[in-house]
């Protein structure tokens, strides 16, 4: 399990601040709204003008990247290649209420599954976007009713379609 690779975080500085919630994929104006407070309180509490880090923040990103390290340990646990993500908020709430409910926004699920990818290289794990109309489509055609299992496959299938080509001039 990722338990005995889990990333130590140790806020010394208020840069350690900002590099937290750069990593957790938040923007200012959605780091500050989630611990009510201003962006520019925010802003300010990340350049050390005071030389005090705030607590109240600080265990907000902790709070977050321990949602994460849980997201990774999970990704661990299943057997499946394909990380789902999803295109904006609604989508994300309605194809997965479980880990929506956990994290605050769909990028910050994207980041996640970022960090799971590099987290558990040994995996060949791949994020795919979940698009509501084509898994609609796939469940239409195939007869299948949604699942992990049938998530998978519509991952694989739909990920067959990309390809690399060189850029047009």
Do not use: C
Request: glycine letters at 4%; aromatic letters at 10%; hydrophobic letters at 40%.
């Amino acid at each position: 399990m990722n338990a005995g690779r889990r990333r130590t975080v140790d806020i010394l500085t208020t840069t350690d601040l900002k590099a937290l919630r750069l990593l957790l994929g938040l923007s200012p104006a959605e780091a500050a709204a989630m611990i009510d407070e201003p962006k520019d309180w925010l802003v300010d509490a990340e350049r050390g003008r005071s030389w005090n880090i705030s607590p109240k923040y600080r265990d907000f990103l902790l709070r977050m990247e321990e949602v994460v390290q849980t997201f990774i340990d999970w990704v661990e646990t299943t057997p499946g290649r394909f990380i789902i993500v999803y295109s904006n908020e609604d989508v994300f709430r309605d194809y997965d209420p479980v880990w929506a409910a956990k994290f605050p926004t769909a990028l910050m699920h994207l980041q996640a599954a970022s960090r799971a990818v590099s987290t558990l290289g040994n995996r060949q794990l791949n994020i795919v976007t979940l698009f509501p109309k084509a898994f609609e489509e796939y469940l239409q055609h195939t007869g299948k009713a949604d699942s992990p299992d049938v998530r998978q496959s519509w991952a694989e299938a739909f990920s067959a379609n990309y390809r690399t080509m060189g850029a047009k001039r």
